[in-house]
């Protein structure tokens, strides 16, 4: 672990007392990550010809949401072993998989004005918001934001102790 790094948790006390605040202090500044939008969100911006249309914020998911969108995204299918058994889980549409990882990325305040806007729906005839993402971002564009989204996450990133000897002890 690098000197200047800030020192949150139990290795930085020797007072049990404190040591409990300390990690209560940290585990609680961890999981802020979805109220708390200051510093933990990135803001998109919808261009179109090096002009900007519109902007949104996402924020990162859990791994929960992750699964949530994914088996949102994944149709059942009839068990090959006959109808007295459970379906099973067919092939995941990425498309939607992405949309209902961006909807649900997508700060609250935000999702309301842009995703759920009920006038662009009724021009384009459209009925959820997940529609919507589709008609207005690209696929293209929908990976970035993915890859965004997946990176505040904290896929990849280096949030997570990585020093192996400091595991170890």
Excluded at 64 to 83: C, F, H, L, S, W
Excluded at 115 to 127: H, Q, R, T, V
Excluded at 131 to 149: S, T
Aim: aromatic letters at 8%; glycine letters at 6%; a negative charge.
């Amino acid at each position: 672990m690098a000197n200047n790094e800030k020192i949150t948790g139990l290795e930085g006390s020797t007072n049990f007392e404190q040591d409990e605040k300390t990690l209560l202090a940290a585990l609680l500044e961890a999981s802020d990550y979805k109220s708390n939008t200051e510093g933990n969100t990135r803001i998109i911006a919808v261009k179109k010809n090096d002009i900007v249309l519109f902007r949104f914020r996402v924020r990162a998911l859990s791994q929960m949401e992750v699964q949530a969108a994914r088996k949102k995204a994944t149709r059942e299918i009839p068990n090959p072993a006959g109808d007295k058994f459970p379906a099973i889980s067919g092939e995941m549409n990425l498309s939607e998989y992405h949309s209902n990882l961006i909807y649900t990325a997508t700060v609250e305040e935000d999702r309301k004005k842009v995703w759920n806007n009920k006038s662009f729906m009724e021009n384009k005839n459209i009925l959820n918001a997940e529609e919507c993402i589709d008609l207005v971002l690209k696929g293209g564009i929908k990976e970035k934001v993915v890859n965004v989204i997946f990176e505040l996450s904290g896929y990849g990133n280096e949030d997570v102790v990585d020093d192996i000897e400091f595991i170890k002890n």
